[in-house]
């Protein structure tokens, strides 16, 4: 499991008209721990260039791939090679800022999909990709950024495999913008688990 995490202190800078810093730091070490528990019992790498948030993940018992100067796509590729290094068959890719994470292990399982098919779990808006799961040694290239779910799945098109879309409500919020805080209901968020459910991935 790889999970880039970026500085608490200069993450969500676009929440700025509802937070001040030291909550907005506050809010992403929160996600990010959740996401590091919604990820057991997957072993967790976490990605980053910030001494505090290498000594936080390893406080965490997690390990830390130190990728400065990388940027994120070179930091998640990074990430992913020192969890194939591991012997890894599958690599689960799940954002730290998703703060409805649940079981992110269930993902690494292919079930009845083909061993060497690309999972993708596109954010609510199907603009960005929050988790990614890939086969080991697939050469995914990571493109992340604003329309990045459209190009991971041109990329799983590239390397010739199935990419199966999975829409999960609760994987698909992640907090980028002051409408982002308003979490759903548990009512609201029941009934898209259950519209999700009725239908077919893809």
Known sequence: MVIPVKAF??????????????????LARSMAEGVVGAAAPLPVTV??????????????????AWTPGLGLDGAVEAGVRAV????ATRIVVAH?????A????????????????ITLVPDRHGDGTNV??????????FA??????????????????????????HLGWDVDLPADLDLPSPEALARAVAAAAACPEG
């Open 84 to 87: 194939e290094a591991t012997g």
């Open 132 to 141: 990614v799961v890939l086969p080991a040694g697939c050469g995914f290239r």
């Open 9 to 26: 202190h200069a993450a969500k800078g676009r929440l700025a008209s509802a937070l001040d810093p030291a909550a907005r730091a506050a």
């Open 47 to 64: 990605v980053c260039d910030d001494p505090e948030v290498a000594g936080w993940a390893r406080a965490l018992g997690v390990t830390v």
């Open 102 to 117: 649940r079981d992110l292990a269930g993902l690494a399982q292919p079930g009845d999909r083909e061993p060497t098919s």
């Open 96 to 100: 730290g800022d998703l703060p409805l």
């Open 144 to 169: 992340y950024g604003p329309g990045s779910f459209a190009r991971h799945r041109a990329e799983g098109a590239r390397l010739g495999v199935a990419v199966h879309v999975v829409h999960d409500p």
